[in-house]
Structures are given as C-alpha cells and as structure tokens.
C-alpha cells in the first residue's frame, strides 16, 4: 500500500517569498493533517481536515498560512510571504477516521529553509 | 506548564541495557496516548499505543498512570537499531488532534 506522498522534499527560500507544498494522503483515509516541526521540537499540528472540511486551524497562522483540500483528496499548504522563523519541516499525515485513537501516518516530509 | 512534557535527553547506553524514558502530560481529558519513533531526518512513525492497563510488544513495555498523567515507555535489550528519537504523544480530544512532546534521543553504543 502506497504511503503518503509528499513534494517538493526540499525547498529553499529568500524572506518575503513565497512557497507552497503539496501532500497526497494514504487512499482512503478521510483525515489529513499538516504538521510544522521546528529543528529539537516535536510536530506541531497546524490543520486538521476531515474530507474537504476544516476541523481544526486554530494553530495556523492564518496572516500569512493557507491550505486546502478541496476535493477531499489532496492537500496545499501555502506560506505568503515567508519569514525566518518558518524554517522547518513541514509534515503531512493521514488517518482512517480522524478518530482520537486512529493511528497516523506521516509523509517524508518538506524541508523548507528560508533565507 | 507545557501540554507534554518529556524527559530531556540524550540517553547513551549500551547495547543490551534497559532503558526507560517517561513523560507527563496537562490535560486531564485525554484519552489517547502513544509513543512515535523518528529516526534522524526521518518522518515519525508509531511505536505503540499505550492503554491503562499496560502492554507490551516485544522488547518494549508502555505504562499509563492517569491519575498521575505519567506515560512511560521501557526498552529492553538495547539494539543499535533502537538508536531514535523518542515522541510521547497524547490527544487533546476526540478528533485526533495530537500534541507531541521534544523527543528523547536515544543512542545505543557497542
């Protein structure tokens, strides 16, 4: 069974640009989440979809953090204009049902640098 | 106080030691809690699930204390494939939100 993609793996940056990356979830799987994990840190949740709705945004920047899913498939998650701080790996990862005790299964990952 | 707290690392041991990491967590309505294993550069995958009861899956042994809000995690008979950065990770509700904590980076040694 083929995991979750992710693209581009790594993508470097000037400030003030802007970047947008892109996640295909395991087939199947109704939730999809996108994580930021900064270099010593654990993930931190940024978006919770459940299809093509929003669950849960409350850490997503919104002033300058987009995403979407709109066919309840696929996702982008877009940062406009970029700045220092978002130096991270930013994480993609899907599960079954959204449920609490549903496993989750993260992508390789995109590895943004901003300069 | 931090939501999941762990404790700071590295842990260097050698194999064939047993070593235990622990954790705490804030919320008391949590009802799901797991270990994820990252290797270097690597995305997290899930180690195990930690039930009320405890359980154990080969070499490695997870406990719950939810009146202390204390997860922990036992590894027995260190491999050199054990060597990993360690994710205590607790949901913050019903919809699968997860709150991961730093990580503990294990390395086994010859």
């Known amino acids: 069974e083929a995991g979750v993609a992710q693209s581009p793996r790594y993508k470097i940056i000037e400030k003030r640009q802007s970047v947008a990356f892109w996640c295909n979830p395991i087939?199947?799987?109704?939730?999809l989440y996108w994580y930021q994990q900064i270099l010593g840190q654990g993930p931190k949740l940024l978006i919770q979809?459940?299809?093509?709705?929003?669950?849960?945004d409350s850490q997503l920047p919104k002033d300058r953090f987009s995403a979407e899913r709109l066919k309840g498939v696929d996702s982008t998650l877009k940062i406009q204009p970029a700045k220092l701080e978002d130096s991270a790996v930013y994480l993609c990862?899907?599960?079954?049902?959204?449920?609490?005790?549903?496993?989750?299964?993260f992508g390789p990952g995109t590895r943004l640098t901003v300069l | 106080r931090k939501e999941v707290e762990q404790d700071p690392g590295p842990f260097n041991v050698p194999e064939g030691a047993t070593v235990a990491f622990n954790c705490t967590y804030s919320n008391s309505a949590s009802q799901s809690f797991f270990w994820y294993r990252q290797d270097c550069r690597k995305e997290p995958k899930l180690l195990m699930s930690?039930?009320?009861s405890g359980n154990e899956d080969g070499r490695f042994t997870a406990q719950l204390n939810r009146a202390s809000q204390y997860i922990s995690l036992l590894i027995r008979d260190s491999k050199l494939s054990d060597s990993a950065t360690y994710l205590c990770v607790v949901n913050r509700g019903s919809q699968g939100n997860l709150i991961f904590g730093k990580g503990t980076k294990l390395s086994v040694k010859p």
């Open positions: 979809f459940q299809n093509n709705g929003v669950v849960d």
């Open positions: 930690v039930y009320s």
């Open positions: 990862a899907s599960s079954l049902n959204g449920l609490a005790a549903d496993t989750q299964y």
């Open positions: 087939s199947g799987h109704a939730t």
